[in-house]
């Protein structure tokens, strides 16, 4: 399928947290308003994908990368607090998420670079995540080099630090 990654609106956020929901366990998946307010400090870290041959208005997501632009070099929980912090040139990535019945088709690889572009522009440098054992492969296929095991506790489980300098 073909996707157009563009920088999230306002409205896509209802779209992003129905997607999260989806594919994640109440315990780490986060919240819509979690996202509200999200885009309302940083919402040059949204980026999300739609089919190409949708129509603008009515154009369901497919996927989505949320990051927050932070002045730390990997994710920890913290990251994750509805509190104001500091802004620096490491977009630390909270959530990146393909639609369940597109998933496996290529559009994770898609999503990830044009995303990565768009940040970019945005002033990002560098990017971090933390992402569980099986997801090592697919992100280090992109260029990000492993961490070692992060200090995150979201939803209780083992997270592995990645890092990628642009
Ligand atoms: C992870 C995710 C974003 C990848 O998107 P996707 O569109 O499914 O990925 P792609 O089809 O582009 O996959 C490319 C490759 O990544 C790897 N990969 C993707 N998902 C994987 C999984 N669940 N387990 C192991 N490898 C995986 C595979 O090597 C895959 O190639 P293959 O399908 O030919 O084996 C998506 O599966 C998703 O939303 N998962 C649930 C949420 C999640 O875990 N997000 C990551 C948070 S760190």
Redesign the pocket.
């Known amino acids: 399928m073909k996707i157009n990654v563009r920088m999230a609106k306002e409205a896509d956020t209802a779209k992003i947290a129905a997607?999260e929901k989806a594919?994640?366990s109440p315990e780490e998946a986060l919240s819509e308003e979690t996202f509200r307010w999200c885009f309302a400090s940083f919402p040059e870290g949204f980026a999300v994908a739609e089919p190409a041959a949708a129509a603008a208005e009515s154009a369901d997501i497919a996927?989505a990368i949320v990051c927050r632009p932070t002045a730390m070099r990997l994710v920890t929980d913290e990251i994750y607090e509805r509190k104001e912090m500091s802004k620096g040139d490491t977009f630390a990535?909270m959530?990146?998420?393909?639609?369940?019945h597109?998933?496996?088709?290529?559009?994770?690889?898609?999503?990830?670079e044009a995303s990565l572009a768009l940040f970019r522009e945005k002033g990002a440098k560098n990017f971090s995540?933390?992402?569980?054992e099986?997801?090592k492969?697919?992100?280090g296929?992109h260029g990000f080099r492993e961490a070692g095991l992060s200090r995150l506790t979201l939803g209780g489980a083992v997270w592995h630090d990645m890092y990628l300098t642009l």
Do not use: E, N, S, W
């Open positions: 997607i594919v994640f996927a990535i959530t990146f998420i393909v639609a369940p597109l998933q496996r088709q290529g559009l994770g690889d898609k999503m990830l995540l933390a992402c569980k099986h997801l492969a697919f992100y296929r």
